[in-house]
């Protein structure tokens, strides 16, 4: 897992075999290298690169657009250096125009991604599940839509083309943006923040023959389904993008506040464990062998 002299193979390649499965991909979020090594260590097949973990963990706001391209490409590489399975990765809105999109895309390539997901909010954009969101008109973003397929080198790239018009104009025009993503080249297709189960069910009815992707977004404005309902719609893909930030977040708070009572950590030692036992998950029995192998 993540191993530093693993070859993990084609993760691209891997990515399509899984989609194309017949059963919805689970892909829990990370936003670093740790967390994407905790999903892999947990038996998932895919890790998404959430934006709004990422936001979180690297600026401490709000998922509102304030990272840029550079910032979540160089995330991207340290996590999929990490881990040997396939890595979906946010790329907002593909950080301009058409032309922006085409780096984007040879950028998050390079970095080792297996997909990405481009949206057609304006920039800067804010979370799916946020108020307040503003789309660019369907040309622009199937502008983008054809540049980022054509701009792969690799053309087992997954591309992913998210719309968040259905809070802006409403789910018929959603469907219809999606449709012309796929004819300008989208791989699968991401109709963002869907308010209820009748529409979740028309966005699957209406684009069935797709790749889908539902975005189980904790909390967030989309009902929750189960994973068996989820397949009998036909979803390929599902994303879980926060549960390990909330987790992480809910877990530090509650620490920090027995430390802030006790004036040490010593109540809680036997629930967070100790350094030998996270050294052992980040990989140090690896690293043991490899000052063997390579020591005179």
């Not at 998922?63 to 590489?77: F, I």
């Not at 040490?264 to 036997?270: E, I, K, R, Y």
Request: overall charge negative.
């Amino acid at each position: 897992m993540g191993d530093l002299l693993s070859r993990p193979g084609n993760r691209r390649a891997r990515l399509r075999e899984l989609l194309d499965q017949g059963r919805p991909v689970l892909a829990p979020g990370a936003f670093d290298a740790h967390s994407a090594r905790l999903v892999e260590q947990a038996g998932f097949d895919v890790v998404y690169m959430t934006g709004f973990g990422t936001t979180a963990s690297l600026l401490g706001r709000p998922d509102v657009g304030l990272l840029g391209q550079a910032e979540m490409v160089d995330n991207a590489r340290r996590m999929t250096a990490a881990v040997d399975v396939p890595l979906i990765a946010d790329a907002d809105t593909g950080y301009g125009n058409p032309i922006n999109v085409v780096r984007t895309v040879r950028e998050y390539e390079q970095a080792g991604i297996a997909g990405l997901h481009i949206e057609d909010q304006v920039m800067p954009k804010r979370c799916g599940h946020l108020a307040g969101k503003v789309v660019v008109p369907a040309e622009d973003m199937v502008a983008k839509v054809r540049a980022a397929a054509a701009a792969r080198t690799d053309p087992d790239m997954v591309i992913i083309a998210r719309t968040d018009v259905a809070a802006v104009e409403g789910l018929d025009a959603a469907i219809e943006r999606a449709r012309r993503f796929a004819d300008a080249g989208a791989d699968v297709l991401f109709v963002e923040a869907p308010t209820s189960e009748d529409a979740i069910e028309t966005v699957a009815k209406e684009l069935a023959g797709h790749r889908l992707l539902f975005n189980w977004a904790e909390g967030g404005r989309t009902p929750p389904l189960s994973y068996d309902r989820l397949a009998e719609l036909g979803f390929s893909l599902v994303l879980f993008p926060v549960s390990t930030l909330l987790a992480a977040d809910t877990a530090m708070r509650s620490v920090l506040s027995r430390l802030r009572a006790d004036g040490t950590p010593a109540a809680v030692l036997d629930e967070i464990g100790g350094l030998d036992a996270f050294a052992d998950r980040e990989g140090l029995a690896e690293i043991r062998e490899m000052e063997q192998r390579f020591s005179s």
